[in-house]
């Protein structure tokens, strides 16, 4: 029998620099064939030892990503967190944890909010980042608690925006072991099922003109409508988020926002209740915010522009992100 010698890093370890020797394309990321390496070709870069190299895609296969232990590979791999405290977690892992909890919440109906994070593993594929997070949240209908997951994948430099985050799954947590049919196809996106008036370069910001003009296709929300919608404010946090990034957990210190002015705009349920308009599939939110404070130091204003677009399979929320900042008056 083959041991394998795994180590399991706490947050706030440095993981040791890690060698990417393949990319991926697109954002969907499935089981790779075991390459059996041949005994001529074998240096001490580019071995992996057969056993080894089955044994993670094993714990991958079975546990669709989110409970791997660390492997040393070529690539890096899956690259396991563990949080010794669940209730002290980064700042984006939080983020992201949200955006997770609020596609299940549109989707069927519910109103999980996040309580801690227990661990997340990450892969680099290509440019994007993907995380893997186990987290634990709770029903506000009837205080219950649950397991859950979502695997989420960000992009800083996509085609149409200036940042992309995306859920391929978002699901109470599965427990892992043998799997009877592989979870690959549902994690892909599907392009072709997303309304093409929502594809392409996002719109710039609105003008009084166009707000005339189409006043049809847009919605001003009242401030009573976003008291009681808190992935609004998760929104314009990715904003945020989008332009200071390196800050990690100091973004914390501009928080709360202040939300200043949210339009909705979409072809869904235009006739209906604001509430049903927030449930639109797609739709692009405009809005204005500023923060507690600011992280270049001069007092600032956003304008936010997030297309939200869903593909119809569960679990997949994707937004896409342009924040243009000026001096507050």
Known sequence: ??????LIPKIGDEPPQRKRKSEFPGSSSSAAPIHKVECDSWDDEDYIDPAVEKEYWRQVLESDGFDVDRFALPDGGIYPYIFRDKYDYPYDIALFSRLGLHCYNLQKGTNLRLIAINKYNDEMLGRLFQYYITLEAMDTSNNSLCNFQTCVCQDFTPKDSSFMVQTELSRLKVPAGPRTTFIGPQRRWKDDAVDDSYKGKLPS???EQELS?????FY???ESDWQG???LHMYAEFALYSKFFAYGNDLRHFLPLEMKKI???????REASPHMILKANNAIFYISFKGNGDPSGT???YQAIVRRTMDGMPGHICLEVDCLAYKSC
């Open 1 to 6: 029998m083959t041991d394998f010698a795994i």
């Open 205 to 207: 910001w609105l003008t």
């Open 213 to 217: 003009n189409k006043r049809g296709q």
């Open 220 to 222: 001003e929300l009242q």
């Open 229 to 231: 919608n808190e992935w």
């Open 263 to 269: 339009i909705v705009q979409t072809q869904e349920n």
């Open 299 to 301: 007092p600032m204003e």
